[in-house]
């Protein structure tokens, strides 16, 4: 079993940044492939960002892709989401993630982080 804690939540203006930490539970953390995932006000979940098992391998979707960047520290049992030149369509609950591949529903969620982008 997994536990997933995000941080670093908050308001932004437009054009900000903010980093996003996930604290996951369990001596299995380095086997994940760890990720986030966003919802909108009125809007599916959608997925943001994945990093395999060992941090060599990371994939985005277009929208945040060269101002979004998810790391790991395995060490620490930590996964982040470093987000720059935020928009206000960034505006959602972010979703710490854990165990799926791309296309497939995670194992593991967080309880989410509240992320506002005010213009």
């Known amino acids: 079993q997994v536990q997933l804690v995000e941080s670093g939540g908050g308001l932004v203006q437009a054009g900000g940044s903010l980093r996003l930490s996930c604290a996951a539970s369990?001596?299995?953390?380095?086997?994940?492939?760890m990720g986030w995932f966003r919802q909108a006000p009125r809007k599916e979940r959608e997925f943001v960002a994945r990093i395999s098992w060992s941090g060599g391998n990371t994939y985005y979707t277009d929208s945040v892709k060269g101002r979004f960047t998810i790391s790991r520290d395995n060490a620490k049992n930590t996964v982040y989401l470093q987000m720059n030149r935020l928009k206000s369509e960034d505006t959602a609950v972010y979703y710490c993630?854990?165990?799926?591949?791309?296309?497939?529903?995670?194992?593991?969620w967080g309880q989410g982080t509240q992320v506002t982008v005010s213009s």
């Open positions: 369990g001596r299995t953390f380095s086997s994940y492939a």
């Open positions: 993630a854990a165990d799926f591949a791309l296309g497939s529903p995670p194992r593991y």
